[in-house]
Structures are given as structure tokens and as C-alpha cells.
């Protein structure tokens, strides 16, 4: 896994402030990810739900050989879950997890473009007025007249954690 990938705290902006990410979809909004984190984009695969787990993460995929939860940013952020379409895809990212290097399938509505983002036009998320808890943002990127929304993937994953 890259430094990056182990990396909790910092997005990995250059040094001319540029970031690069994989955007994507969800519930009509842009969002993106750190493209150094993403490690295959699948079509949809066949899903194994889990009993008892929570919404979120509520069922596992085969990749490569390896079982992987899929979650759904969607169900994390309080919108409804949507029906796959020809569009849909899962996003493979490695991350680190509660310590342990994490492989985890995102599912998407449809995925755009891999892009360079600005920091420039970025800032953080206002604490008031969104749709969404704002520790779940990271960054809003202007583009084009509209907002790319940059997740915190770790505060998502680790809000949603069984309580032991």
C-alpha cells in the first residue's frame, strides 16, 4: 500500500496544489476519490449479503480470489438505496481500517473520469446547511460552475463500526 493510502490525516495535493481522483456518481452528485487509492473498477458482480450486518456494509464480493465487504456511500450518507443500472459500478479502493489494510468495493451509480482538481477551488465543508453530516466531507472542489465532493472515507467507515 503507498503512503498515501496509509495516510489518515492529508490529502496528497502536489506541489503546484493539484490533486488527481477518479470521480463518480451518486444520488446525481460528483464525487471523487484519490486516484492513487483506487485499485480496479469492476462492473457489477455477484453480491453475498451478510445477515445482521448493518446497511452500510451489508454484503461481500469475490475480488481476485479475495472476499471484500461492499459498501454503499449512499445508505452512509442518508439517502435512499437506489437499483443497479447500466451505468452502476463498484470502486475497488485500499485503505487503512482500525489499523489493518483494507481492500473495500464502493458501489457507484456510474463512474466519470479520472482528473486533476485544484486546490485552489477547494474548501472545506460549511458545518451548517448540508445535506450531509459535513465530518463525512472533506473537501468541496469548484469545477465547472459545480461541486465535486471529496468524502472522508475514514470518518464514514468509522461511524458506521459495530459498537462492540
Known amino acids: 500500500m503507498s503512503n498515501l493510502a496509509k495516510n ?3 490529502l496528497a495535493w502536489s506541489e503546484d496544489g493539484e490533486l488527481e481522483v477518479l470521480t ?3 444520488a446525481g452528485e460528483t464525487f471523487a476519490l484519490e486516484a492513487a487509492i483506487v485499485r ?3 462492473d457489477l458482480v455477484p453480491e453475498t449479503k451478510v445477515p445482521g450486518s448493518r446497511p452500510f456494509v451489508n454484503a461481500v464480493i469475490n475480488f481476485r ?4 465487504p461492499l ?4 445508505v452512509a ?3 435512499e438505496p437506489a437499483s443497479a443500472t447500466i451505468d452502476s459500478r463498484i470502486v475497488v479502493v485500499e485503505m487503512e481500517l482500525g489499523g489493518v489494510e483494507s481492500l ?3 458501489r457507484t451509480d456510474k463512474v466519470n473520469e479520472v482528473t486533476t482538481l485544484s486546490r485552489r477551488a477547494s474548501e472545506p465543508p460549511p458545518r451548517i446547511g448540508m445535506k450531509w ?3 463525512f466531507i472533506e473537501r468541496l472542489i469548484k469545477r465547472d460552475g459545480e461541486f465535486i465532493i471529496l468524502p472522508n472515507l475514514r470518518a464514514i467507515f468509522a461511524s458506521t463500526r459495530r459498537a462492540d
Do not use: H, Q
Request: net charge negative; hydrophobic share 55%.
Open 24 to 26: 463518480f456518481n451518486i
Open 104 to 106: 473495500v468495493g464502493l
Open 133 to 135: 453530516p459535513p465530518e
Open 77 to 79: 450518507l442518508g439517502v
Open 65 to 68: 480470489g479475495k472476499v471484500i
Open 40 to 42: 480496479e473498477i469492476l
Open 8 to 10: 489518515n490525516a492529508a
Open 71 to 74: 459498501a454503499d456511500i449512499r
